[in-house]
């Protein structure tokens, strides 16, 4: 575009110079040779990451079965983010009673294997199910009260699953847990990690799907400002209880998962602090940047395991130089991390890996691309 | 049911309610000067009562100097909190500042479970030990009685003070910031001010219950001394608004847990938190804003 201000000139001797325009053609950016190469190489390596490493196929390290176990429980806990996403992220409605989605998901696998006898494959989805019923009552509830409220309602909700749902004996088989056997076939922790693999690549896709659609636009929308929203014909009600079934079957799924990799579930394990702990790996993976979280998730579950620190050889300093015994690792540095992200990098760790996404999906390597300056939570209605 | 069933709910519900009373003012206050509901607020009575227990039991200092460090921990961990948290979030949303809080909470806890991990659990001395009397059969403990009276000197003492010059300024603050400022009030500085006496109401809290029973990490957020959902619970029915109402929803909420150990409910398990999960769900769905307040909270 040519600058079309016009100046009067100043003194009647100088003209007004017409500069031949500068046509910028934006090409879209190609990587040459050796930056497809390099990036081909850099995708190879995470597929054997993430793909053969656990399964120990092509690796020089030589995983345990309980090393494997912990990587498993990582894409469950990515699952898991994924669902806390949708609600804080794409609805931002707070839930911190999120333990009571994926206990009821648990509880239900469980229930369906082990007292009526059916598939795992079976169990996975009549678990889905039932936590989206339950996310929909909640839901529905939540259309009548302001964020802070709801908010308050979510952590009621959880400490009510967690003492008197997760109680009822006939159900849950109390006190003593329930049993919850692996599908056929997939018994051993390495077989095992690859069916919470496929589950976490399938939550994934649904997730993509439902922020391409209408859906997730209106989600969007309404987010920003309800009122303008509905103004737009987007139904606010209608949306808002789609973000929360859409959450309650994710949780459900990643709570089956997790029932089946522990084989014996007890009602003791669903507190009030697992609630807590799923929101602080949301967050500080980044609201609404779904390999954020995903990361997020997998950096809290494998610190609280005490994995990363032995993988990473820091056992000695943290245990040693700060006194801090690895199992606490992720109660004390997470919370301190969520501050900090909050308050200091409201993307999280989403916008950290940003400009390593963006090179490994054919872009130029840009320093600044994913800069979030707003806080991301927000709920125009508290 | 019979009568004394009725009257052990009633006397049990009230005493567990003077701690709930306690921590709801700590939130009603807080809720007026910062706009959230503050999920570290039963975090400080248990930084308060670690620090009171460390003080008594492992420096050997005397009882009233040790609950004297406990709340100074407290009212530090509170000011901490203003400054580090609430005010850089001063101009986020308000779900942001309800994680932070939670962070707080969750980042005390973390500390308190990790400094503690050799004995878990621990037991703090009561300041007078012995029950006092049986009405019903309900054993109260001298401790009980004083928490009660603690929160009765608590609350004449707060409605006094909201009458100076300084509680006075603070209303003022709350209520509208800008024009405090225009009046030399120094908005800052009260909401430092009403982050301390918030954090102060907690660790009175904290030493008041510890002594009931034993105490582990995050013992009035989830721990066995439970109170921060009750705590909230009364704010709400105080329409997050008023001190008064913090009390009374403070007590009325102590007995409408009670209730759930009635022997009609025996047969349900978790039964408290399930006639508080309906009791709160009722108060919200029928009247949001709150039971002790005559106009709609704002």
């Known amino acids: 575009m040519s600058a079309a201000i016009e100046t009067p000139p100043e003194t009647p001797a100088e003209k007004t110079a017409v500069l031949p325009t500068v046509s910028v053609e934006e090409k879209p950016f190609r990587p040459g040779m050796s930056g497809v190469l390099g990036r081909g190489l850099a995708w190879a390596a995470v597929a054997w990451l993430v793909l053969a490493v656990p399964g120990n196929h092509l690796s020089p390290f030589d995983l345990g079965v309980s090393d494997v176990g912990v990587l498993s429980t990582a894409a469950i806990f990515a699952i898991i983010g994924l669902s806390l996403n949708v609600l804080i992220g794409y609805a931002g409605t707070i839930s911190l009673g999120h333990q009571a989605f994926v206990g009821i998901g648990a509880f239900t696998s469980a229930f369906v294997v082990t007292d009526l006898g059916m598939e795992f494959w079976l169990a996975v989805p009549i678990a889905a199910i039932m936590g989206g019923v339950q996310a929909a009552l909640l839901g529905a509830i939540s259309l009548r009260l302001s964020g802070l409220y709801f908010a308050l309602v979510t952590l009621a909700y959880g400490m009510f699953a967690e003492e008197s749902l997760f109680g009822i004996a006939a159900l849950t088989g109390g006190e003593g847990g329930k049993a919850a056997p692996r599908p056929i076939g997939f018994e051993t922790d390495y077989q095992y990690y690859y069916v919470c693999l496929a589950f976490l690549a399938l939550v994934w896709w649904l997730d993509l799907r439902l922020t391409r659609t209408k859906g997730g636009r209106a989600l969007q929308a309404l987010r920003e400002n309800p009122r303008v929203a509905s103004s737009y014909g987007i139904n606010v009600k209608a949306y808002t209880m789609l973000a929360f079934v859409v959450s309650g079957v994710f949780a459900a799924i990643g709570g089956s998962l997790l029932a089946h990799h522990d084989e014996v579930i007890v009602p003791s394990s669903f507190d009030f602090e697992l609630a807590l702990l799923f929101v602080l790996m949301t967050v500080v993976g980044g609201l609404r940047n779904r390999l954020g979280v995903v990361l997020g998730s997998v950096f809290f579950a494998l610190l609280g395991s005490g994995f990363l620190v032995e993988a990473l050889h820091l056992t000695g300093f943290v245990e040693g130089v700060i006194g801090l015994p690895k199992e606490f690792v992720a109660l004390v540095i997470g919370p301190i991390l969520l501050l900090l992200t909050i308050t200091r990098f409201p993307g999280g760790i989403g916008q950290q890996v940003a400009p390593v996404r963006g090179w490994m999906l054919g872009g130029r390597f840009d320093r600044h691309a994913g800069a979030v300056k707003e806080i991301e939570v927000n709920d125009v209605r508290a | ?298």
């Open chain 2, 1 to 298: 049911m019979t009568i004394d069933e009725l009257g052990i709910v009633l006397v049990t519900g009230v005493l567990q309610g003077s701690v709930y009373a306690l921590v709801a003012l700590g939130i009603v206050l807080v809720y007026r000067a910062s706009g959230v509901f503050n999920f570290a607020q039963a975090e400080f009575g248990t930084t308060g009562l670690f620090a009171a227990f460390v003080a008594v039991e492992i420096w050997g200092w005397s009882y009233g100097w040790g609950v004297l460090f406990g709340l100074l921990a407290a009212v530090a961990m509170g000011l901490l909190t203003e400054r580090l948290v609430i005010h850089p979030l001063r101009d986020a949303s308000k779900v942001t500042l309800l994680v932070g809080t939670a962070g707080v909470a969750l980042t005390a806890v973390g500390i308190q479970f990790w400094q503690n991990n050799e004995v878990p659990i621990r037991q703090m001395p009561k300041i007078v030990e012995g029950v006092a009397a049986t009405p019903f059969g309900a054993a109260v403990t001298y401790q009980q009685l004083i928490t009660f009276g603690v929160l009765c000197a608590v609350a004449v003492a707060l409605a006094v003070f909201f009458r100076s010059p300084s509680g006075l300024a603070i209303q003022a603050a709350q209520q509208e910031s800008t024009a405090a400022e225009l009046v030399g009030i120094s908005v800052r500085r009260v909401s430092m001010m009403t982050w301390g006496i918030a954090a102060l109401l907690g660790g009175l809290a904290g030493v008041l219950a510890g002594p009931n029973t034993t105490f582990t990490a995050g013992f009035l957020t989830f721990g066995a001394g439970r109170a921060l959902l009750p705590g909230l619970m009364a704010a709400v029915l105080a329409g997050m608004r008023s001190m008064p109402g913090a009390v009374i929803g403070g007590l009325v909420v102590g007995v409408v847990e009670q209730l759930g150990t009635l022997s009609a409910l025996e047969q349900v398990h978790g039964a408290k938190a399930l006639v508080l999960f309906v009791f709160l769900l009722a108060v919200l769905l029928l009247r949001p804003q709150g039971l002790f307040v005559r106009r709609a909270a704002t």
